[in-house]
């Protein structure tokens, strides 16, 4: 009874359209005076959730990515994408795969690379003779790779959620994966440019390669940064943070100089707004998810999915089956917090690695980014297009297609996720 109350009325809560992180708290609060305990032990579970010392990366992750979002890095990654590869037939695809390859990097967050990349590139696509759809659908299926490769605010929250995995572990086993994505994209796009023969990037004047390339990487430097200090283990993750942040913060008001400094309040104030909700959503999450430990959800769960297959291989196909469903209907966030601690006990049952089922775990969830009904990677990228949903999931067949094959590459390859962490240990 207790189980069907609060997952009833969790999900009645959703269906009303209440917010995720009210419908968390609702549900437990309900569920908790049903058990006979006090609202208060409750709260307290929310407090003990965001009492971490290693959330405190992601407001500078955060802040990062807002300074280096507001300060121009989106046009010069760009032109450091297209010196490098935008000179072949279908190059402005290449290049839209290749600078959100740069870009979530920086950025870590699907949407903000969709939002920021897609205001240029998708116009300039369809500007130069590229279909709609195929503009949209280059720009979202390679923004899901901000999800995965390093620095990932998403990684930070699995690794809490999953009982404090190591947050570079984390960020190392994603860069595999994120690159195999973008790799797989960049054939896919040559391959379409070709069939539908669309036009080859223009040439580049030879005197601004140079400063094309140095202002390029002056901006990458931020995640060579991050990614240095918690690797040579002079910084943890928190710190490499708070050291990325500052020097975006110096490359965007002292060397672009694009934006005035007085800018700065108006980045403060995106990145606390994002802040309170992911905050707010992992307090409510933590409630929630100790009322499912001690109602034993999880081990149901286990023992539920290992029971319909003696098969390790069919169980973690249950485990993405699952994930990719749940990804169409609501946001990642949430969906970290909530099925992490029921479906890493199985996943470890079966012999995964919870590097490596967070890992899958991501990028499941950011194919539900990009699919109907509710992928916002999806509705943003539709609307800077100005093409109707409909139209952009048709386009986005080939594009899914891809990314699941990489999915299933990584779900049953463990070597894509694993292989660089294994330098750490």
Aim: charge should be neutral.
């Amino acid at each position: 009874m207790e189980v069907a109350i609060l997952l009833g009325s969790f999900i009645i809560l959703l269906l009303f359209r209440v917010p995720i992180a009210l419908t968390l708290i609702i549900s437990s609060l309900i569920t908790g005076v049903y058990m006979g305990i006090e609202p208060a032990a409750i709260l307290q579970r929310m407090v003990s959730g965001v009492n971490s010392f290693s959330l405190l990366a992601i407001p500078f992750f955060i802040l990062a990515g807002e300074l280096m979002n507001e300060g121009g890095i989106s046009k010069r990654l760009i032109n450091l994408a297209n010196v490098i590869i935008g000179k072949i037939r279908g190059g402005l695809a290449m290049v839209n795969v290749l600078t959100s390859t740069f870009f979530g990097g920086i950025s870590g967050s699907a949407l903000a690379d969709t939002s920021s990349l897609g205001s240029v590139l998708i116009p300039m696509m369809k500007k130069n003779g590229y279909d709609s759809d195929y503009a949209v659908s280059v720009t979202i299926s390679s923004a899901a790779q901000g999800v995965l490769i390093p620095p990932s605010h998403n990684m930070i929250i699995y690794s809490t959620a999953a009982g404090g995995v190591s947050v570079g572990a984390l960020f190392m086993g994603g860069l595999g994966p994120g690159l195999l994505l973008g790799l797989i994209l960049m054939i896919l796009t040559y391959v379409i440019a070709v069939k539908r023969n669309y036009p080859k990037g223009e040439k580049i004047d030879r005197k601004e390669i140079p400063r094309i390339f140095w202002e390029g990487i002056l901006g990458l430097l931020t995640v060579v940064l991050i990614m240095g200090g918690i690797l040579s283990g002079f910084f943890t993750a928190t710190e490499s943070a708070a050291i990325g942040a500052l020097y975006a913060f110096i490359i965007t008001f002292f060397v672009y100089r694009e934006i005035p400094i007085s800018r700065f309040v108006h980045i403060l104030h995106n990145t606390f707004k994002t802040l309170a909700m992911v905050m707010f959503l992992i307090a409510t999450s933590s409630s929630f998810g100790w009322l499912l430990a001690l109602l034993k959800v999880p081990t149901m769960v286990s023992e539920a999915l290992i029971s319909m297959s003696p098969n390790n291989y069919v169980t973690i196909f249950f485990i993405v089956v699952i994930l990719l469903v749940l990804g169409t209907v609501m946001d990642m966030a949430p969906l970290i917090l909530i099925t992490t601690p029921i479906l890493l006990p199985v996943a470890t049952t079966v012999g995964m690695d919870p590097v490596h089922f967070g890992v899958v775990l991501i990028l499941c969830l950011a194919v539900g980014l990009v699919t109907p009904p509710v992928g916002s990677v999806l509705f943003v990228g539709s609307a800077i297009g100005r093409i109707p949903i409909e139209k952009t999931s048709k386009g986005m067949l080939p594009f899914y297609s891809a990314m699941l094959i990489v999915l299933m590459l990584v779900a049953y390859i463990p070597q894509f996720s694993l292989f660089l962490p294994s330098f750490l240990e």
